[in-house]
């Protein structure tokens, strides 16, 4: 309708001969909207603003918001940082989660489930790229040794392994064959259980963002970004290095 508007102003301003034209264009904006309806609310969206944990606080301002949420990387949506728009393709729910490998008991749970279990808090952490640039963001999430606990890996667990979805048709950098589809990451379990890792929900006292990784993500600060696997649909425990 926007791009439109001045065909539809003239369609009007001509009267009844083009009325049925005039028509045919609001139909189309009806079915446009219709296509693509509002996104739905987050189902978590009630526990943000999550409490400030004072631990993890900076000595200078956090970036803003437009920066954060409209310069990254997701390779599943294309090889350049400007993909915020092609990353809402992405389908947030329902989005199961699994806990396999050297588990007590295997299971798999729906995201809200997993996030309604834990005490969501917000950390400031800042980033530092070889690319020369730097951020100071302001997540929501969970310690990442608190979904270690939830999982109850066995004590012969060294790793554990992290998986992104996997759907070509909701993100079609997945199509390419450059990569072998689906990402995977991996931490030592040290790592895993480091007080700095965060199972991240939310950024900005609001849910996760499409494009930074909805619905949780992993936060590892002191690696390189990559290291922070986005969109997890799969935890799983090994003694084998990935």
Same mark, same amino acid.
């Given at each position: ?30 079915? $446009?909207?219709?296509?693509?309806? =509002?996104?739905?609310?987050? &189902?978590? !969206? #009630? *526990?943000?603003?999550? /409490? ?79 690319? $020369?640039?730097?951020?100071?963001? =302001?997540?929501?999430?969970? &310690?990442? !040794? #608190? *979904?270690?606990?939830? /999982? ?91």
């Amino acid at each position: 309708v926007f791009r439109d508007r001045r065909r539809l102003v003239k369609a009007l301003a001509a009267g009844p001969i083009l009325l049925p034209s005039a028509a045919a264009l609001l139909g189309g904006a009806a079915d $446009a909207r219709a296509a693509n309806p =509002p996104p739905a609310k987050d &189902p978590t !969206a #009630d *526990l943000y603003p999550a /409490a400030q944990n004072m631990r993890y606080r900076l000595d200078r301002p956090v970036s803003d918001e437009k920066l954060v949420t409209t310069y990254n990387n997701f390779y599943e949506y294309g090889s350049q940082k400007e993909i915020s728009d092609e990353a809402q393709q992405l389908k947030t729910r329902p989005w199961m989660v699994t806990f396999d490998g050297m588990v007590e008991k295997k299971k798999t749970v729906d995201v809200d489930t997993l996030i309604r279990a834990m005490k969501l808090e917000e950390r400031l952490y800042r980033h530092r790229c070889v690319e $020369a640039w730097s951020m100071a963001v =302001p997540w929501s999430g969970f &310690p990442m !040794a #608190d *979904l270690v606990k939830y /999982a109850n890996p066995t004590g012969s667990a060294k790793y554990v392994v992290m998986q992104t979805f996997q759907d070509p048709s909701m993100a079609p950098g997945q199509k390419q064959f450059w990569y072998p589809w689906p990402y995977l990451e991996g931490l030592t379990m040290a790592e895993a259980t480091n007080e700095l890792a965060l199972i991240g929900t939310g950024l900005y006292g609001k849910p996760m963002p499409k494009q930074n990784g909805a619905p949780i993500r992993l936060v590892v600060p002191w690696k390189y970004g990559f290291k922070s696997i986005k969109s997890i649909v799969r935890f799983t425990f090994t003694d084998k290095r990935p």
